[in-house]
């Protein structure tokens, strides 16, 4: 059993385009994150979410929107792909409160051509 | 501003042999830190963590050391075999607030037989 599962593995797409990638935990962890892990192999924080509330969102372009419709999932929507967007995305969760370890995801790759 | 720094793209270290990865940070609001384990095209795996009220923490073959005056923490493994080549990477938090973990840019370990 997965604990932390994304789809899709890999993303090749156009600029311009809309894309969405989905993540699922099956941990019953209440914060979910998203990070990217940029040509530099940093990985960067973009987006933490709660028990479906947003509780940290970094200096991330609005073309991008998470969207947790319960606690167990946290998707990522990005519009008008650009280049630099290319990059690993990678979905994490963690039980909060004073547990501060966080389950990553596989990651997924996404490329901008 | 790269607050977790590994100064070590890559380590080669013999079978059976100590290995020692180094991690530095700048911001004295972190508090907890943790090292992960990354295979590629996997996600990091959680590996071992410290809070800064203590200076070690043993988990089997690891260990983390913390030199809170230095701003230094390092992760030791003895003895290395050949499953831990990977790549480790060093992460920071503060314990008040949202659990936003910033990491280094990771050190590539090589366990030669």
């Known amino acids: 059993d997965t604990a932390v599962s994304q789809t899709p593995k890999y993303l090749v797409t156009q600029m311009g385009n809309d894309k969405s990638i989905k993540c699922e935990q099956n941990?019953?962890?209440?914060?979910m994150y998203w990070y990217k892990q940029d040509s530099k192999k940093f990985l960067k924080i973009m987006f933490s979410?709660?028990?479906?509330?947003?509780?940290i969102n970094e200096t991330v372009p609005n073309r991008f929107s998470p969207k947790s419709p319960d606690k167990a999932h946290l998707n990522l929507h990005i519009n008008s792909l650009e280049l630099g967007d290319s990059a690993v995305y990678f979905c994490?969760?963690?039980?909060?409160?004073?547990?501060?370890?966080?389950?990553f995801g596989p990651g997924t790759r996404l490329t901008v051509t | 501003d790269q607050q977790v720094k590994q100064n070590s793209p890559s380590l080669s270290v013999q079978e059976g042999r100590i290995s020692i990865l180094n991690c530095d940070y700048t911001?004295?609001?972190?508090?907890?830190f943790l090292w992960y384990k990354k295979y590629p095209a996997e996600g990091p795996t959680f590996l071992i963590s410290?809070?800064?009220?203590?200076d070690k923490n043993e988990d089997g073959r690891f260990t983390v050391f913390l030199n809170k005056s230095a701003k230094h923490l390092s992760l030791h493994i003895v003895p290395s075999q050949p499953g831990d080549s990977a790549v480790y990477f060093c992460?920071?938090?503060?314990?008040?607030?949202?659990?936003?973990?910033?990491f280094g840019q990771g050190t590539r370990l090589t366990i030669n037989p």
């Open positions: 979410y709660n028990n479906k509330e947003l509780i």
């Open positions: 911001n004295s609001m972190f508090d907890y």
């Open positions: 994490a969760s963690s039980q909060g409160g004073g547990d501060y370890e966080q389950y």
């Open positions: 992460a920071a938090t503060p314990l008040q607030g949202a659990q936003k973990l910033v």
């Open positions: 410290i809070s800064s009220i203590k």
């Open positions: 941990l019953g962890h209440d914060t």
